[in-house]
């Protein structure tokens, strides 16, 4: 059963056009993760939720937003799209048992990729 | 600033041969996974190792963790054709960070 689930898995949208991802988690872990992965390239985390706290990655572009409405779902939002934003984005998640203690594993989802036309 | 390098970056080998995946990390960690990615898939969790000196075996698969020369292994042996993929590490340090490597393609030939 899948425990990381991201919709949609493939995602066409125009140049410009905002777009958002979904991720659902019934892990009930406390941290939520988004990263991007281009093609032959290793992932790169954008940003992450611990609890509810924000920590933006510094390089990661305004044009890239997240919301975490509850422990179990994630989102994320491109703004305007670049051609350059065509990518695979992967959730994942992990439990901390209190902040700067060990993670657990981390769980992926099975990814969103994204196409910009 | 924690940073992973992974050695070879690709890896063509045949079948029933024995290699090994390098996995060198810059500062302290106190963790690091090893993961598989296929083709236009997800990344699918092999193995954690969160002390020195752990061994861990799944099949044909064994990754193993020295902290003092900060260095994660992944070891094949006697390949086969299923094991083609691109492999992973990553460490992490602190509370959530998890820092990949540049991923090592691995190709076994019959």
């Known amino acids: 059963d899948a425990m990381v689930i991201q919709n949609p898995r493939y995602q066409v949208t125009q140049f410009g056009k905002p777009v958002t991802l979904s991720c659902s988690q019934t892990l009930n872990h406390n941290v939520m993760y988004w990263y991007q992965q281009k093609s032959s390239q290793a992932p790169k985390l954008l940003f992450h939720?611990?609890?509810?706290?924000?920590?933006n990655e510094a390089d990661t572009p305004d044009n890239f937003q997240s919301r975490r409405p509850n422990t179990s779902f994630c989102f994320l939002d491109i703004r305007s799209p670049g051609l350059g934003d065509a990518a695979m984005y992967l959730c994942a998640t992990s439990r901390t048992a209190a902040r700067g203690a060990m993670n657990t594993e981390a769980f992926f989802g099975q990814g969103t990729r994204l196409t910009v036309v | 600033e924690l940073k992973v390098e992974q050695n070879p970056l690709f890896l063509s080998m045949q079948e029933g041969k024995n290699y090994t995946i390098y996995c060198n990390y810059s500062t302290t960690s106190d963790r690091l996974y090893w993961y598989r990615q296929d083709p236009g898939k997800s990344l699918e969790s092999l193995f954690v190792?969160?002390?020195?000196?752990a061994v861990k075996q799944e099949g044909r698969l064994m990754a193993s963790l020295d902290t003092k020369a900060r260095l994660s292994t992944l070891h094949i042996t006697a390949a086969v054709h299923d094991l083609s993929a691109t492999y992973f590490c990553a460490a992490g340090r602190g509370a959530q960070k998890l820092v990949f490597g540049q991923g090592t393609r691995l190709t076994i030939n019959p």
């Open positions: 939720y611990y609890d509810k706290d924000f920590n």
């Open positions: 190792l969160l002390s020195n000196g």
